[in-house]
């Protein structure tokens, strides 16, 4: 890419992320292309529709969440690590409003630019749910897309509530009560 290029492409991830949290990920695209001094021409140009430029925004906390994962697969406690994996995703999904909408859109749209974040994440919560149910501490007929599903509808719910800090939690532990076979 162009040294010009480069910095438009920057700019615009800059002022995507900066809009997509202050208004959500229903934000005026044509804001964020001039916000970072350019034309709507040039955002298409790099991200050809608004679920690319929010796989570009999120492809860092979906960095931070495979990480996260490979180092929970070595915690002593299956189950344990499962869970905070999974409470750390529903952190994720609701730290923009319309994100967890977007992310449970995905599930049934595979070719979608945002498949390419979720990918790579069935497979991190995948393995941290396969090493659960072979610890026997997990019901085997739990399925991954079952389980960010919920995250995502938990994260969806808890956006729809703000006044309840608590719901998000709340909901999570009631979801993983039933983990347990």
């Known amino acids: 890419m162009r040294a010009d290029a480069r910095r438009n492409y920057e700019r615009l991830l800059a002022e995507a992320r900066a ?4 208004h959500g990920t229903d934000a005026s695209l044509e804001d964020v292309a001039r916000r970072a001094g350019v ?3 040039t955002l298409y140009r790099h991200f050809p529709n608004r679920q690319a430029l929010m796989s570009a925004v999120f492809e860092d906390a979906v960095s931070e969440l495979l990480a996260r994962s490979r180092e929970l697969l070595s915690a002593p406690e299956p189950c344990s690590a499962l869970v905070t994996w999974l409470r750390e995703m529903v952190t994720h ?3 923009y409003r319309g994100l967890a909408r977007a992310l449970m859109s995905v599930s049934t ?3 979608s630019a945002l498949a390419r974040c979720s990918t790579p994440i069935h497979e991190a919560g995948g393995a ?4 659960a149910q072979r610890s026997g501490a997990v ?4 399925s991954i897309g079952d389980l960010l599903q919920l995250t995502h509808a ?3 719910a808890a956006e729809e509530t703000p006044t309840d800090p608590n719901l998000a939690d709340r909901l999570l532990r009631l979801t993983l ?3 347990k076979g």
């Open 109 to 111: 749209d595979s070719g």
């Open 93 to 95: 999904a609701g730290e």
């Open 154 to 156: 938990i994260a969806l």
């Open 19 to 22: 809009a997509f949290a202050e």
């Open 39 to 41: 034309g709507i021409g």
């Open 177 to 179: 009560r039933g983990l």
């Open 128 to 131: 941290l749910l396969t090493r």
């Open 139 to 142: 019901r085997p007929d739990i």
